[in-house]
């Protein structure tokens, strides 16, 4: 990968290696792709604050995030599928991260189980949870979670029905992939991706399968979530999982004043302002555009991450200049997937990582802690919101009761 320079050079790798039913589905958005759009482009919209003459010779990219330090601001996001970008793709992801020093994050909807990662790795993880019909089974998933040591949940809130991606419904995508002509003559131009995948440990969706009647032999994604997921899912339901996990519980898909302040209420330890990456409502605002807006709403009363078109170190910068204390990357560190598996995660985060470096220097920036509304063109110091002090974890869980 000694050419590589950018995210864009890891996703034209990614998109070269991967077959295209997988590729288009972590790269695209939903319907017309206005949101998916708008997350960069809003973002490129924020112009930076050159400064000059301050000594930055000894930087620092450290961070606390929930009690805990990292690396760099940066916390690799959940994202279906990963074990299709390239075989064994979860466990790979999470040995990038951990060599990194930042948080990575398992998706319900990943290919390799909650037990396969924490057997491959023996180091914690982040779990994100879908909450389907079954509440039983989204306890069972806990208790799981629980049981490799996860200490931190992410929540996700944003997805109670699918909006629709055009391209996989063209792709006709599969879990794993029919044996279509189309299908075959692409894989077929892929063989190190058949290999990878072949011998990796799980090649469908390894929280789910044997566990949910009929997903031993699922054929389509997007009619298991229509099916499965609840959109009687409320605050009722983030009230008991409060309730129930003993670890941190972090709530993704704000995008809303009022939903963030609610969330503070019901014990939120941190939000996420994400749109889902462009993924289900096509037409709102970018993530980017909401996140001063919810910092200004909610301040200090909870940690504020953020996601959302993330591709370069400034793009870090201008979301914490914002009031984010660390960013979600999602498609950044899937295209390395794609491109190199470990090896290309890792280069996404180095890419990311220099660029944020370099970025802090030219704006006057020695300290993650020091970045503000200053590194902006017309921006203000503004208070930033104080670190979270890690509470004692609870012993006993209450039954459910959503």
Request: proline share 4%.
């Amino acid at each position: 990968m000694k050419n590589v320079a950018c995210i864009d050079d890891l996703r034209s790798l990614a998109k070269s290696k991967v077959p295209r039913a997988f590729f288009d589905y972590a790269d695209s958005g939903s319907y017309s792709e206005q949101t998916l759009r708008a997350n960069r482009a809003d973002l490129e919209a924020i112009k930076l604050r050159q400064r000059v003459l301050v000594d930055v010779s000894a930087r620092d990219l450290t961070t606390t995030v929930l009690g805990k330090k990292l690396a760099a601001p940066m916390i690799l996001a959940p994202v279906g599928l990963l074990g299709m970008q390239h075989g064994d793709g979860e466990i790979l992801s999470a040995r990038a991260a951990n060599a990194a020093g930042i948080p990575w994050t398992l998706s319900t909807m990943s290919v390799g189980s909650i037990e396969q990662v924490a057997e491959a790795t023996g180091k914690p993880f982040w779990f994100q949870l879908y909450v389907i019909r079954d509440r039983g089974f989204s306890k069972q998933l806990m208790d799981r979670a629980i049981a490799a040591k996860v200490d931190t949940l992410v929540l996700t809130v944003d997805l109670q029905v699918l909006g629709q991606r055009h391209k996989d419904v063209r792709n006709g995508l599969t879990v794993p992939p029919e044996f279509r002509i189309k299908n075959v003559i692409d894989i077929a131009t892929k063989p190190a991706w058949a290999w990878s995948v072949l011998n990796a440990k799980s090649w469908t969706f390894g929280n789910i399968s044997g566990h949910v009647p009929g997903m031993e032999n699922v054929n389509s994604l997007a009619k298991w979530t229509q099916d499965q997921f609840d959109p009687a899912l409320n605050w009722k339901d983030v009230e008991w999982i409060k309730k129930y996990w003993p670890g941190k519980l972090v709530i993704k898909g704000i995008l809303d004043i009022d939903d963030a302040k609610t969330a503070v209420k019901m014990g939120a330890d941190a939000i996420v302002v994400s749109n889902h990456g462009g993924r289900q409502l096509d037409g709102t605002s970018s993530s980017i555009s909401m996140l001063p807006r919810v910092a200004d709403a909610i301040g200090n009363d909870t940690e504020i991450l953020f996601d959302g078109g993330i591709r370069t170190g400034a793009d870090i910068v201008r979301a914490l200049a914002l009031g984010a204390r660390a960013c979600l990357i999602g498609r950044s560190y899937v295209w390395g997937l794609g491109a190199g598996g470990q090896k290309g995660v890792a280069k996404a985060i180095d890419i990311l990582k220099n660029e944020l470096s370099v970025t802090m220097a030219l704006t006057g920036m020695a300290r993650i802690a020091d970045i503000d509304g200053r590194v902006l063109e017309g921006g203000v110091a503004k208070k930033k919101p104080a670190a979270k002090v890690a509470k004692p974890k609870a012993t006993a869980k209450p039954k459910a009761g959503a």
